[in-house]
């Protein structure tokens, strides 16, 4: 009788303890998956955030894939994964992960400024599916009274095109100027202001904040002009330089006409 009360007193104390080692493995595995959570929260965060850098910096689709999971292989047998190595493979993960996000952020922000900067210089045409009539420097004058200086750009429009800031800025002038009909000006401000001349009409007005690709005006033919066109031009801190080097890659479309 001794013997068997003393058998089942053994048998309650041991599963009194495996009861306490399933709680205390329990605890653990619920910490472990706590962790996991937190390391997919900052991988989803970082997938995010390399999705924006590869769309702000414009890389091609495909050279970055923030969804798939890269290959891996193994030849040698696999063994059991002690706990500190798994807590230890866990804590170099997450130290990577905030290394990785500090780097990508430090990006974002420079990627950000470039762009900022960008949207500030005269980088884009003035009109939608156009092309140039008439470049930049010394001409025949389309007035037949011999060589004159062209101080800008012509791109072929038809009357009440939009005609659109190629950056950022402030308007500065918004009237009519002798020889360019109905103006806009638009000061950029960090040394550029460009100039859309000939236009039907005038969309905005001097104070105003304009985007890049906003329609400053309507095309037309006003002032000294001999058909409808956009008449741009750009200076640079208080000079006129040629447009084209501003223009996209350079390569805008051209065509032998002049209209003024």
Known sequence: MA?????????????????????????????????????????????ALGERLTEAGQLEDGEFDFHGTPGQGGAGPAKDMPRSELIAGLDEVQQ????????????????FDRQLENNTLPVRSPVRRSYITSGFGYRADPFGRGRAMHKGIDFD??????????????????????GYGNTIEVDHGNGYV???????????????????????????????STGAHVHFEVWEDGKVVNPRKFLADGRAPVAKRSRG
């Open 194 to 224: 460009t100039r859309y001349a000939h236009n039907s009409r005038l969309s905005v007005k001097v104070g105003d904040l304009v985007r890049a690709g906003e329609q400053v005006a309507k095309a037309g033919s006003t002032g000294r």
């Open 157 to 178: 429009a038809n009357v009440g095109d939009a005609v659109m800031s190629v950056a950022d800025g402030v308007v500065s002038f918004s009237g009519v100027r002798s």
């Open 3 to 47: 013997n068997a009360q003393h058998t089942a007193s053994r048998l309650v104390s041991q599963e009194q303890e495996l009861e306490k080692v399933r709680r205390e493995s329990q605890q653990e595995i619920n910490a472990l998956a706590a962790r996991l959570g937190e390391l997919q929260a900052q991988a989803n965060r970082l997938n």
């Open 96 to 111: 990577q992960f905030e290394v990785s996000g500090r780097q990508l952020g430090v990006m974002e922000s420079l990627l």
